[in-house]
RNA sequence: GCCAGUGUAGCUCAGUGGUAGAGCAACGGUUUUGUAAACCGUCGGUCGUCGGUUCAAUCCCGACCACUGGCUCCA
């Protein structure tokens, strides 16, 4: 039986250290690690016997297992998988010693450029490159060292195992590319995943845990469960259709986020899907984020009004006007043709209004605020709505719901005084939590990201002092929240400090589920004000926050959560009524509860088919339906019906009402 | 966007250089049933798209598209 026991999505990892490891970091290395790290060097052994031109960059342990990075004129495939695993167990068999030598920096530069790091044996003319420049970045003063396995020689400060027998079970993986150091402008790199272990019971445990996580994958049960398509063809890649059974969570988590916030004091606004490009020039998303945008449609004509059409027309004109005095010869005319053809150009494009897809819905809402005077005795002014908004991600970046290219975001933003402002993030924070605890979401990471003095006036507004007050309030507010939190440098809204909500797919990827974040900068470009009791005008700060994301990551989160077994409440297809037969006063009572039911709000349907009722069964668990009543001749002769649940089996019959009324309730209380 | 892999019926998957099958689903019957699948029949596919090789391509080759695993990026 399908359960909700969580099959853990990978223990969240500690956020990715893009820094070098320092030697007291690589200390602390975990025997599995210790065990991985050596396996990646046994992989480089075995890639070198047998195709010794290749050059090795980084070789870590990870999550899952480990990976090499290398150049090598031969391209590597899983086809190559098992001749490599091959090399490898005959490395492994051979037990070699992990042997550490500590050299000079001289020496080991000497080493590189023969091509011995990283190599069976000096390689002339193919010098270890990836290696020298990682000598680079090792500080003065640090020790240098090799570890040695058999020929085999790499830089590298350690830990290991003691032999490469040591290495219980091991298998490759996936290959993949790597931008050398991540830097997309870099060489790209082959990059080989293994995974090991301490032996092969644990190897297999983990295979198994893999094929697992697979099934409650959102896509797989999404498309069993009838909840969403993709269909690149007509509609186009990332943009999900939802069926009527997606729709259904749809409406019930924008119910819900509706009811929260109402209570919260947000009202609700709607804005259009799209925006003149002066709304994204004054934000200043674009040129920034123009590349996650789609392309603006643009419109042109007559009716276009444009400040520089005049300007440009005049230019035109002129350029007519000298006609008669270049044509006399070929160039003149041939400078004339380019001169008109730019100035058409410039003539047209002056024409042109551009409207771009909105890829965030702060502008919009900017302007909603615009569009009244406010008063400090307004605010805070929290505007919600689940606003659409469109971001041409890269086609390689397209996964399932979890990253699509039109989404549905559970967005508003409060515009507040600094008074107000530690009470309002504090309360958005309290919403989020609530939130966490209706879907009994339990792992997950609060991520707050700050600025770096480095990146002011170029990655953030250079505002030192707003920069240090926010981030400090913020700060305060966590901790005073008791809520658990890292702390990343350098990884804020270039408008301000902010708290991201990290979790794990099925599969193991990490995502941001929810974000809330500080701008102390986007309204003051907007001019927005507000007038203060000294009659002055003054800029409000802004929060932008999403508790539940958007849709399509935030339900693709939580069919994985619960493996499409949602509560009564969630799910799709809360209660089937079940005949026992197709009797005639069988099913004028089974009608009569669907109707009831339905006249409740409760998603039902009736099952009065001829079906035996072991395939009626059947088939509601597999449409994974949350409640199943079946009605018999003995329970209409008692008034009863026999309550299934999906997830708990059969309930024994009850008195209908009573049924009714558990139904009702449950559903209201949203209970887990 | 980059690297690798994959693409056969609505779904899960077989299969072959001589224009394709199974189970489930759907539809039509028969069956009259107490909690995960009764029986029979019918329908269903230009084998992702376009080109090439060949007497002949779903199969071999190429390009493109989409999806999958990663990289980069992000709600």
Redesign the pocket.
């Known amino acids: 039986?399908?359960t909700q026991d969580p099959i853990p999505p990978a223990v969240p990892p500690p956020a990715p250290n893009p820094e070098r490891k320092t030697l007291d970091d690589r200390a602390k290395m975990t025997e599995l690690e210790r065990i991985r790290h050596s396996c990646a060097h046994v992989l480089a052994t075995a890639i070198l016997r047998l195709w010794p031109d290749a050059q090795f960059a980084y070789g870590p342990p990870?999550e899952n297992g480990f990976?090499y990075d290398l150049e090598c004129s031969h391209?590597?495939?899983?086809?190559d998988f098992a001749k490599l695993e091959e090399e490898m167990k005959k490395e492994i068999k051979a037990n070699h010693v992990f042997e550490k030598l500590t050299v000079t920096r001289e020496q080991a530069i000497a080493d590189a450029q023969t091509g011995r790091l990283g190599g069976l044996a000096e390689r002339p003319g193919n010098a270890s490159k990836f290696k020298l420049d990682l000598l680079q970045n090792i500080p003065e003063g640090e020790p240098i060292s090799y570890f040695k396995n058999g020929d085999f020689i790499d830089l590298c400060a350690g830990p290991h195992v003691m032999r490469t027998g040591n290495i219980g079970a091991f298998k490759l993986?996936?290959?993949?590319?790597?931008?050398y150091k991540?830097?997309?402008q870099g060489p790209?790199l082959?990059?080989i995943?293994g995974t090991a272990f301490k032996n092969k019971t644990a190897l297999e445990e983990w295979l198994k845990l893999q094929e697992e996580a697979k099934r409650r994958?959102h896509?797989?049960i999404g498309?069993?469960m009838n909840l969403f398509a993709?269909d690149?063809?007509f509609t186009?890649?990332?943009l999900p259709l939802w069926l009527p059974k997606g729709g259904a969570i749809l409406e019930e988590l924008e119910k819900l986020a509706k009811e929260t916030e109402f209570q919260a004091g947000y009202v609700r606004v709607k804005t259009p899907h799209l925006a003149r490009e002066k709304m994204y020039k004054t934000s200043g998303h674009l040129p920034y984020y123009a590349?996650?945008m789609f392309p603006p449609m643009e419109l042109s004509g007559e009716n276009v009004r444009c400040n520089e059409k005049e300007a440009a027309e005049e230019k035109f004109q002129e350029a007519l006007r000298s006609l008669q005095y270049e044509q006399q010869t070929p160039q003149g005319v041939e400078a004339l043709v380019g001169k008109l053809l730019s100035v058409s150009d410039e003539v047209r494009l002056s024409r042109t209004d551009r409207y771009y897809l909105k890829a965030m819905n702060c502008p919009h809402h900017h302007r909603i605020f615009a569009a009244e005077p406010h008063s400090y005795r307004d605010l805070p002014l929290r505007l919600a709505e689940y606003g659409t908004c469109y971001?041409y991600?890269?086609?390689?970046?397209?996964?399932?719901?979890?990253?699509?290219?039109a989404?549905n975001?559970n967005d508003a933003h409060i515009y507040c005084t600094p008074e107000q402002f530690a009470e309002e993030f504090r309360a958005v924070n309290e919403m989020y939590l609530k939130y966490f605890s209706i879907f009994g979401l339990g792992k997950y990471q609060m991520r707050f990201s700050t600025s770096s003095p480095e990146g002011l006036g170029k990655k953030y507004v250079n505002e030192p002092e707003l920069w240090k007050q926010t981030e400090d309030m913020v700060r305060k507010v966590l901790v005073e929240s008791g809520i658990n939190f890292v702390e990343v440098a350098n990884e804020a809204?270039f408008y301000g400090p902010?708290i991201?909500?990290q979790v794990w797919s099925a599969?193991?990827?990490?995502?941001?589920?929810?974000?809330n974040?500080v701008d102390f900068a986007v309204p003051a470009k907007f001019g927005l004000t507000y007038r203060d009791r000294d009659n002055t005008d003054k800029t409000p700060l802004c929060i932008h926050r999403?508790p539940l994301?958007?849709h399509?990551?935030?339900i693709g989160f939580l069919i994985e959560h619960y493996a499409g077994n949602f509560p009564l409440w969630l799910a799709p297809d809360q209660v089937r009524v079940?005949t026992?037969?197709?009797?005639e006063n069988l099913i004028k009572e089974g009608k009569r509860l669907v109707h009831e039911l339905r006249q409740n709000f409760v998603r039902v349907d009736g099952d009065f088919?001829?079906?035996?009722?072991?395939?009626k069964?059947?088939?509601a668990?597999?449409a994974r339906v949350h409640t199943?009543l079946?009605?018999?001749?003995?329970?209409?002769?008692a008034g009863?019906?026999?309550?299934?649940l999906?997830t708990g089996?059969?309930q024994?019959?009850k008195p209908t009402a009573q049924v009714v009324a558990d139904i009702l309730q449950s559903i209201k209380e949203r209970r887990a």
Do not use: C, W
């Not at 993986?173 to 931008?179: D, E, G």
């Open positions: 039986m399908e990870v990976y391209r590597i495939s899983p086809e993986t996936t290959v993949a590319a790597a931008y991540g830097d997309e790209q082959q990059r995943y994958d896509r797989k498309a069993e993709f690149a063809e186009g890649p990332g590349e996650s971001r991600e890269q086609s390689g970046e397209l996964f399932g719901l979890m990253r699509v290219r989404m975001m809204a902010k991201d909500v599969i193991g990827r990490e995502f941001t589920i929810a974000t974040q999403a994301g958007t399509e990551r935030f079940i026992l037969g197709d009797d088919t001829n079906e035996p009722i072991k395939a069964i059947a088939n668990e597999h199943m079946v009605l018999g001749p003995r329970d209409l002769e009863h019906v026999s309550v299934r999906h089996g059969p024994g019959a």
